[in-house]
């Protein structure tokens, strides 16, 4: 094999497990308690976005302004709402194909590492059982800078004391895709080419994807 990755660092929502659903219900309660609604489409804008600012381009799109205090409340309600749906997860929130991923480069010996901005990541793992797959943790409780910021990324290389140019990140948002690639990693993107189109390689989802389909996939691309 031509390429170098010995490393794969996954974002969790919408590329793992599937709580983007869990994301969008919190946040469609919270638009409706402040009087407008908010649709799946518009939902896209806040996928791998801080809190905070999904906040923002919420209240931007209900054109509300709202005082720092009704903020942090509105915050601390969407979070109420989520904790609560995903406090019932089981393995069953994990997304078609992740999990024999996971066990195949265990096997493979290629280190992987989470890289979310969540700060729910560790309820999540819990949940799902899928802690024991990954070498390393990086979530929303240790990163201060959102992507597309290159922050938890490279502190993900740094846990598995990998170069960042020997790890491969997988992304469903677009924000998350630049971060890799600000922080010098190869991509994958998981969704649509008209969202993702910046990434490396493309996959609609996890189910088939394995070792040795990502090692051709890379070792194809122009060096």
């Not at 979310?116 to 800078?145: F, H, Q, W």
Request: proline share 4%; aromatic share 6%; net charge neutral.
């Amino acid at each position: 094999m031509s390429h170098n990755i010995k490393g794969i660092i996954f974002d969790l929502d919408g590329v793992l497990v599937d709580t983007a659903r869990y994301h969008f219900q919190a946040w469609r309660q919270l638009a409706e308690s402040l009087g407008f609604s908010f649709t799946e489409e518009e939902n896209e804008r806040l996928k791998g976005v801080s809190r905070r600012a999904s906040l923002e381009i919420l209240l931007s799109m209900g054109k509300l302004t709202l005082s720092e205090d009704e903020k942090e409340s509105a915050m601390a309600s969407k979070n109420k709402n989520y904790v609560e749906m995903i406090g019932k997860m089981t393995p069953e929130g994990i997304l078609p194909g992740a999990l024999d991923l996971l066990k195949e480069l265990k096997q493979s010996g290629i280190k992987t590492a989470l890289g979310s901005a969540s700060k729910n990541a560790p309820l999540i793992l819990e949940r799902t059982g899928l802690a024991r797959y990954l070498d390393a943790v990086v979530d929303g409780n240790r990163t201060s800078r959102a992507k597309p910021d290159p922050e938890v990324f490279l502190l993900g290389a740094g846990d598995l004391k990998l170069e960042p140019g020997e790890c491969l990140v997988f992304e469903d948002a677009a924000a998350g895709i630049e971060a890799a690639q600000n922080a010098g990693m190869k991509t994958a993107g998981i969704g649509r080419k008209n969202q993702l189109n910046r990434a490396d390689i493309l996959f609609p989802n996890l189910q088939g994807v394995t070792w040795s389909v990502l090692s051709k996939k890379l070792s194809d691309l122009p060096r």
